[in-house]
């Protein structure tokens, strides 16, 4: 039941609660007002109709559809998406090089409202801002309890996506046909349904059209620096690939302390970003005539103390592992590789002393880690807006995903 001052539940027409000037409000009763759709009131318990961006199959352009999406079930929660970015993990889908079931709703680094929730929801309420999480946190799993571990063991992952919700079915229809879900997350539409395991409360304050960025490309790329990597100060680190997740990466190593922060891309156009977020030196391999990490080792006087690959190709993985010194270097996959292959690695090259790791998520804890780097953003720990260089709305995907291949943006924010 509404009452005088109350927020009406985001719908599909922005309804708010005004005051009348009538008999009726002079007694204290209020006058709802409907803003845009005027037939709905509360969308709760019902089925919405809104626009998603469907992918149909691979490599076509994502279609502007309607699509039916049913109200939450039991432990699940209905979000209202504010604004969601475009990620390279969502156009490896597009290319095939993660495969996921289709059709299908991309999308997974995006902040909302709560519209609804399901039976037995505590954590969040309706009129909460959000943000999903493509990794979940059940809290309860062996990995969730175990101190080091962000990989619950109710995540839908790699080498067996599935593309649903918990309790195996989705909440998307579009053309009469069940559309899947990514991740858990599918943030590519005006509204979607997510299990409460895979959404994080933050902070009522906190600007939507930013901190969307904390659901994917900066946790992923500062949790990789200062969580998986955990550099150190004074440190040399080198960062192969600079989009939204390798400029994070810079953040973090920047936020350790590093001394050295070397860049490497193949695009040039990349390097003024790089060094306005820390970097200390940008190289070009194509710029070279002997293999990158030869340059890396001979800059580094034998090799860095600490290497990313965030681009999601095998033979920068096997630089960004060679760069690193024999003994006490430490190298982290971020990017994530194309679907099936395999990258052979002589043991030597462990047997000295290197360690080779990766992380999903900068190995946070998302439940529990997403509200806090909120927060840390909100005291302005860490900047996000140079990673944002365009806004679209939801409408103009295809244009993101362009801008995105042809190397000139580094994240587009999708607005609803
Ligand atoms: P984006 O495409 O924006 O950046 C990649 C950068 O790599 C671009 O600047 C390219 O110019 C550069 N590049 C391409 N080829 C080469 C090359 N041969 N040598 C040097 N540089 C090159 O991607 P993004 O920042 O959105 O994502 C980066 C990777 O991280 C990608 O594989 C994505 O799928 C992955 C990722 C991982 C995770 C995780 O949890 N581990 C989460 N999200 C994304
Ligand atoms: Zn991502
Ligand atoms: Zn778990």
Redesign the pocket.
């Known amino acids: 039941m509404q009452r005088k001052g109350d927020a009406c539940p985001p719908g599909p027409g922005d309804c708010r609660v005004e005051r009348g000037r009538g008999r009726r409000e002079a007694q204290g009763f209020i006058t709802l007002v409907c803003r845009g759709d005027r037939s709905t009131m509360s969308t709760a318990g019902k089925v919405i109709k809104c626009k998603a961006a469907v992918l149909w199959e691979t490599n076509k352009p994502f279609s502007i559809e309607e699509v039916e999406v049913a109200p939450p079930r039991a432990h699940e929660v209905r979000i209202k998406m504010v604004a969601t970015g ?4 969502d ?2 889908v597009v290319s095939g ?2 495969v996921s079931p289709f059709p299908v709703i991309l999308g ?2 995006a902040a909302g409202i709560v519209e609804s929730i399901g039976e037995g929801v505590t954590s969040v309420k309706p009129g909460d801002k959000v943000i999903p999480l ?2 979940a946190q059940c809290g309860k799993c062996r990995r969730c309890k175990h101190q080091e571990s962000n990989i619950c063991m109710k995540n839908d992952l790699p080498s067996k996506y599935q593309g649903k919700l918990q309790d195996g079915t989705t909440r998307f229809t579009c053309r009469g046909k069940s559309i899947h879900h990514f991740m858990g997350t599918s943030t590519f539409s005006q509204y979607t349904v997510v299990d409460e395991i895979s959404v994080a409360k933050i902070d009522a304050a906190s600007p939507l059209e930013k901190v969307c960025l904390i659901g ?2 900066f946790s ?2 500062y949790g ?1 620096a200062v969580k998986v990597a955990k550099v150190t100060q004074g440190s040399t680190c080198a960062v ?9 990466v810079i953040i973090g190593c920047k936020a350790a302390g590093a001394a050295r922060i070397i860049a ?4 040039k156009d ?1 390097f003024a970003k790089a060094r306005e977020v820390g970097a200390t030196e940008c190289v ?2 194509q710029d070279y005539d002997k293999p ?1 990490e030869e340059v890396l080792q001979e800059m580094s006087n034998g090799g860095v103390d600490f290497s990313f690959e ?4 095998l ?2 993985m096997a ?1 960004a592992l060679l760069c690193c010194d024999k003994s006490f270097g430490v190298s982290v ?5 194309p679907d099936s292959q395999i990258l052979p690695v002589d043991p030597m090259l462990l047997l000295t002393g290197r360690t080779l790791k ?5 190995g946070f804890k998302s439940k529990d880690s997403v509200p806090k780097l909120v927060t840390d953003f909100m005291a302005k720990k860490f900047p996000l807006d140079p990673l944002i260089t365009n806004v679209l709305p939801l409408e103009k995907i295809n244009e993101g995903f362009d801008l ?2 042809s ?1 000139k ?3 587009t924010i999708l607005s609803f």
């Open positions: 475009i990620c390279r993990s156009d490896h090089h993660i997974h680094e493509f990794i994917c490309g992923t790329g990789s192969f690939g600079l989009g939204g997740v390798g400029l994070s490497v891309d193949i695009n990349k070009n391999p990158i965030v681009i999601g190709r033979d920068t630089s996959i971020v990017g994530v590789p990766g992380a999903i998520f900068g995105l291949r190397g943006s580094i994240r």
